[in-house]
T-cell receptor, first 118, second 115 residues
Framework: AQTVTQSQPEMSVQEAETVTLSCTYD???????LFWYKQPPSRQMILVIR??????QNATENRFSVNFQKAAKSFSLKISDSQLGDAAMYFC???????????????FGTGTRLTIIP | NAGVTQTPKFQVLKTGQSMTLQCAQD?????MYWYRQDPGMGLRLIYY???????DKGEVPNGYNVSRLNKREFSLRLESAAPSQTSVYFC??????????????FGPGTRLTVL
């Protein structure tokens, strides 16, 4: 079974600095999808960034980027120029290949709570 | 576009009562999902519907039933609520085609308390 591990329950960063959140996963598949979701106090699950495993290039979305190391099964999230609005719980999630209709679910890590220090 | 909407936002039930959580999406997605989130944990899949007319169990289906009413709507029913079902419930949808294939988009959640 796939597992997702986030080893940092809490992180903090000074406003305008850079922070990296860690995520490792376990899978026997070669084709899969990885995601980072942000959950602010409003509880809404907001997609931050996605990575398709067959793409070697790391995904970027404005201030958010990932370091995807397929062989090491590592998928870290880097937030540059941290802002107060980035404070939230961040979840790493894994989804198996789309060709497998029995493999629909996202497997989530337990989350990292990010605090931004003004 | 509203994306994924859920009703109600909050609900308090007594043990043994029943209720239905409603979910609708306007993104024309084929797949829809119900998750629960308990304190200190990520989301866990309860049921999903890969396409209109089909439903399948996820990780934690016991005590729940679902109905895929049409392509837009997917409801979750608790027939006899138990305190262990106190949780935050999320609905999500996704598509298998296109640039964002496989990406699940979530509703705002329903906080359910069972006394």
């Amino acid at each position: 079974a796939q597992t997702v591990t986030q080893s940092q329950p809490e992180m903090s960063v000074q406003e305008a600095e850079t922070v990296t959140l860690s995520c490792t996963y376990d899978t026997s598949e070669s084709d899969y999808y990885l995601f980072w979701y942000k959950q602010p106090p409003s509880r809404q699950m907001i997609l931050v960034i996605r990575q398709e495993a067959y793409k070697q290039q790391n995904a970027t979305e404005n201030r958010f980027s990932v370091n995807f190391q397929k062989a090491a099964k590592s998928f870290s999230l880097k937030i540059s120029d941290s802002q107060l609005g980035d404070a939230a719980m961040y979840f790493c999630a894994y989804r198996g290949p789309l060709t497998n209709f029995g493999n629909e679910k996202l497997t989530f890590g337990t989350g990292t709570r990010l605090t931004i220090i003004p | 576009n509203a994306g994924v909407t859920q009703t109600p936002k909050f609900q308090v039930l007594k043990t043994g009562q029943s209720m239905t959580l409603q979910c609708a999406q306007d993104m024309n997605h084929n797949s829809m999902y119900w998750y629960r989130q308990d304190p200190g944990m990520g989301l866990r899949l309860i049921y999903y519907s890969a396409s209109e007319g089909t439903t399948d169990k996820g990780e934690v289906p016991n005590g729940y039933n679902v109905s895929r009413l049409n392509k837009r709507e997917f409801s979750l029913r608790l027939e006899s609520a138990a305190p262990s079902q106190t949780s935050v419930y999320f609905c999500a949808s996704s598509e298998r085609q296109g640039h964002f294939r496989g990406t699940q988009y979530f509703g705002p959640g329903t906080r359910l308390t069972v006394l």
